[in-house]
């Protein structure tokens, strides 16, 4: 048994600088490997205390990647403006043949860097393959994490559209697409949002009285939605309007969420990414699809190995004794 820990704080994890291309291609391999029977995950275990405010449990263990992981991640409601982040996790891995800890990791850069990755991971799969506009539907951090990971993912964006119950934050946010050579351009309409939009990513956290207003009848005829919000933000009524239904995990989703947390009865999902990771859909990025998803705990462990390596090839963090 090890006599140390590796401790990898918020900076360490920034500092092992993993790129939105290495976290598209760990998350792709993850789901890959899963369908090749190389690894198991649990849906996630949650305790929900009311809007926005839940405590989760994810748990995953890899024979391909020799860890297991669990993470532990609190959510709870913010207030506009608010310097205290929506979201804070840990990770804690474990060798897979032994069980022994291994090491402790900040979630928070973590499951920035994973949710992004996944919805450019189905992206991929899924989104038109010459997109120009991207449109996002809230402007916080997972907003900020999801334009590197799309600008990665689509070198030829041209335009980003922002739309947010807070100005300053969609300013911070034209800031950073500008930085990355994009034309912007802040709008207060929702439907015009989705009718220019080839990408929408929708990231609305969820608040007392809040009402979905994203009517999926209004995209183009070829667009790609992820719902990084569970689809809390999407009219249930109008989802039909998509032809393509993908989530992370069938076993932990089979439809999209409405603004009380519940599983919507207008649709269900007809595909995840295991599946397809090993076989595409031949006419994807030609019809309307969306991929709305949970968060799977394989995803944060492939991040969680991905950060663990590149941290011991560069001496990152702090050895804790047990």
């Known amino acids: ?10 900076q360490d994890v920034r500092a092992c600088a993993v790129t939105p291309r290495e976290a598209r ?10 369908s090749a029977g190389l690894n198991r995950s649990l849906p996630k275990s949650a305790l929900a205390l009311g809007p926005g405010h839940a405590f989760q449990a994810m748990m995953a263990a890899s024979e391909a ?16 403006g608010g310097s205290m982040p929506s979201v804070s996790a840990l990770i804690c891995v474990s060798d897979y043949v032994t069980g022994a800890p ?15 990755a996944m919805s450019a991971a189905a992206a991929s799969l899924l ?4 997109a120009g506009t991207i449109g996002f539907v809230g402007c916080g951090l997972q907003a900020h994490a999801h334009l590197a990971a799309f ?60 009402r979905p207003f994203l009517d999926a009848r209004r995209m183009k005829p070829a667009a790609f939605a992820a719902a990084v919000d569970t689809g809390r933000s999407l009219l249930p009524e109008a989802l039909p309007a998509f032809d393509v239904l993908v989530t992370d995990s069938l ?34 990025g030609t019809r309307r699809s969306l991929f709305c998803f949970r968060g799977f705990a394989l995803a944060d462990l492939a991040l969680a190995h991905l950060v663990l390596e590149k941290a011991r ?7 804790l004794p047990r």
């Open 313 to 319: 090839t560069a001496g990152i963090g702090i050895a």
């Open 251 to 284: 076993a932990q989703s089979q439809a999209p969420y409405d603004v009380d947390g519940q599983q919507v009865t207008s649709v269900r999902f007809g595909h995840d990414l295991t599946t397809l990771s090993q076989a595409p859909l031949a006419d994807a």
């Open 102 to 116: 291994l090491a402790i990791l900040d979630g928070d850069e973590i499951t920035l860097v994973r949710t992004a």
């Open 1 to 10: 048994m090890s006599n140390s820990l590796l401790y990898l704080s918020h």
């Open 25 to 34: 291609e760990a998350v792709l391999s993850a789901f890959s490997d899963h």
């Open 127 to 130: 989104a038109p393959p010459e």
């Open 151 to 210: 600008c990665d993912l689509y070198p030829g964006l041209a335009t980003a559209l922002m739309l947010s119950r807070s100005r300053s934050s969609a300013q911070r946010l034209a800031e950073a697409a500008d930085a990355y050579g994009l034309a912007t351009e802040i709008v207060d309409d929702a439907d015009t949002l989705l009718a220019r939009s080839d990408l929408v990513i929708s990231m609305v956290p969820a608040a007392p009285g809040l």
């Open 65 to 80: 990647q020799e860890i297991a992981t669990v993470k532990w991640v609190a959510s709870a409601p913010t207030q506009p």
